[in-house]
Antibody
Framework: QVQLVQSGAEVKKPGASVKVSCKAS????????INWVRQATGQGLEWMGW????????GYAQKFQGRVAMTRDTSISTAYMELSSLRSEDTAVYYC????????????????WGQGTLVSVSS | QSVLTQPPSVSAAPGQKVTISCSGS????????VSWYHQLPGTAPKLLIY???KRPSGIPDRFSGSKSGTSATLGITGLQTGDEADYYC???????????FGGGTKLTVL
């Protein structure tokens, strides 16, 4: 079945960087976008950006421009999200999600989601 | 605050019906398709509705979606205790060039 499996929890100090991986299985990795969404404890969902695994093209939310990089390794069907200059406010669960387009209607949705990766930023 | 507005919480008794609203603007809901996600405590979000009103396979027809103008609505009938979760609407915002979510609605089945 289609599945996204993420890397394990991370603990980082302020100012450091974190790189979270998302391994896809059950479908052709290069045919669907991978999006990244984060959720602080007790808060809602916040979209960070998308990546096209075929071309490597990316699009980032303005809030994260200059601080986030989304990459991929097609040989192992894995997407990566690296966030730099971490601060305490970046403590959150980070999710990858496959972007599923409807080529007829131009609709777009996220399915499935990875299990989430907790990133804790603390001195 | 979130670009899309949802009520923070709704509640109803088992077997009853509930609706969750999602209000936006012309740059998001008004001109793009809406999807809905539910999130059980401690788990990842899961797709519930896509393209405003379509259900993925495996989602029972107790769940429905609709859209009118700049608002969307999720309906759940025959409420079960297992439906207790957080529900989020989402869509693309053409002005922001970003995907936006509602703030989430916590459903309590009394």
């Amino acid at each position: 079945q289609v599945q996204l499996v993420q890397s394990g929890a991370e603990v980082k100090k302020p100012g450091a960087s974190v790189k979270v991986s998302c391994k896809a299985s059950g479908y052709t990795f290069t045919t669907y976008d991978i999006n990244w969404v984060r959720q602080a404890t007790g808060q809602g969902l916040e979209w960070m950006g998308w990546m096209n695994p075929h071309s490597g093209n990316t699009g980032y939310a303005q809030k994260f421009q200059g601080r986030v990089a989304m990459t991929r390794d097609t040989s192992i069907s894995t997407a990566y999200m690296e966030l730099s200059s971490l601060r305490s406010e970046d403590t959150a669960v980070y999710y990858c999600a496959r972007g599923h387009p409807n080529t007829v209607t131009s609709g777009y949705w996220f399915d499935p989601w990875g299990q989430g990766t907790l990133v804790s930023v603390s001195s | 605050q979130s670009v899309l507005t949802q009520p923070p919480s709704v509640s109803a008794a088992p077997g009853q019906k509930v609706t969750i609203s999602c209000s936006g603007s012309g740059s998001n809901i008004g001109n793009n398709y809406v999807s809905w996600y539910h999130q059980l405590p401690g788990t990842a979000p899961k797709l519930l509705i896509y393209d405003n009103n379509k259900r993925p396979s495996g989602i029972p027809d107790r769940f429905s979606g609709s859209k009118s103008g700049t608002s969307a609505t999720l309906g759940i009938t025959g409420l079960q205790t297992g439906d207790e979760a957080d529900y989020y609407c989402g869509t693309w915002d053409s002005s922001l060039s970003a995907w936006v979510f509602g703030g989430g609605t916590k459903l309590t089945v009394l």
